[in-house]
C-alpha cells in the first residue's frame, strides 16, 4: 500500500534536512545543476551580488547522466529569477515510496511558499521511489547535484553566520558507513552541531 505522506517522524527529518541545505545562502550560477560547475557561497538574501547569469535551466522535469544511469529531478526555479541577486538552493529528498512530484505538490516540505521567491528547490527521484543506495548509486546522483566539498561550504557558512569557534571537524573513513558528532561552540541561542 502507498502512503500519501511520510511518517509524522520522517517528514520533520526530512525538512529539517532540507531547512539545513538552505542555510548556506548559494548562489545558483547559470548551470549549476547536475554535471555543472559547484554553487558559490553567498551572504543572505541581503541585495548581496548573484552569479550574473540567467538560470540555466527552467523549472520542470530534468534527466541527468549518473553513475551511468539516467535519473530525473524536479526543479523549481522562482518566478522572476534575479540573476543580480543570491539564491539558496535546497535539495528535498522524497520519501520511501514516495516521488519528487510529492514533494513539489506538498510545496517542498512546506518551505516553498516561506521563501518568498529567494529559493532555487530541487526534488531528486530516487530508484523504485526509495533510496536503497545500491552501489553507491544515490550518492553519487546527490554528488552530481551538490557534493561533499559543496556541503562543507555549507557546514562552514552556518558557522560562520553563527560565530562559532574554530574547531577540528573530524570525519569517518569514506565508505566506513558511520558518522562522526561534533559540536561547535557558538554566539548563545545559536547552537551548530
Keep these: 500500500m502507498r502512503h500519501p505522506h511520510p511518517p509524522r517522524g ?3 527529518l526530512l525538512a529539517a534536512s532540507a531547512v539545513l541545505l538552505a542555510v548556506g545562502g548559494l548562489t545558483l550560477p547559470a548551470s549549476a545543476l547536475p554535471n555543472a560547475a559547484a554553487p558559490q557561497a553567498a551572504a543572505p538574501q541581503d541585495g548581496t551580488a548573484g552569479c ?6 527552467a523549472s520542470g522535469e530534468h534527466t ?4 551511468g544511469q539516467q535519473r530525473t529531478f524536479r526543479l523549481d ?3 522572476g529569477y534575479d ?3 543570491a539564491h539558496r538552493l535546497v535539495v528535498a529528498l522524497h520519501w520511501w515510496h514516495g516521488t519528487s512530484a510529492d514533494v513539489v505538490d506538498q510545496g517542498f516540505y512546506g518551505l516553498e511558499p516561506r521563501a518568498g521567491g529567494s529559493t532555487v528547490f530541487v526534488a531528486p527521484q530516487g530508484i523504485d521511489n526509495a533510496w536503497p543506495n545500491g552501489d553507491g548509486r544515490d550518492v553519487a546522483f546527490v554528488d552530481d547535484v551538490l557534493n561533499i566539498s559543496q556541503g562543507r561550504a555549507l557546514r562552514d557558512r552556518a558557522l560562520q553566520t553563527n560565530g562559532c569557534q574554530a ?3 573530524p570525519e569517518p573513513a569514506p565508505g566506513s558507513g558511520g558518522h562522526v558528532r561534533t559540536e561547535y561552540t ?6 551548530v552541531v
Excluded: F, H, K, W
Excluded at 52 to 57: D, K, M
Design 10 to 12: 520522517r517528514r520533520i
Design 52 to 57: 550574473g547569469a540567467p538560470a540555466g535551466l
Design 64 to 67: 541527468v547522466t549518473s553513475n
Design 77 to 79: 526555479v522562482p518566478e
Design 83 to 85: 540573476q543580480d541577486r
Design 167 to 169: 574547531q577540528d571537524a
Design 186 to 191: 557558538c554566539r548563545d541561542g545559536y547552537p
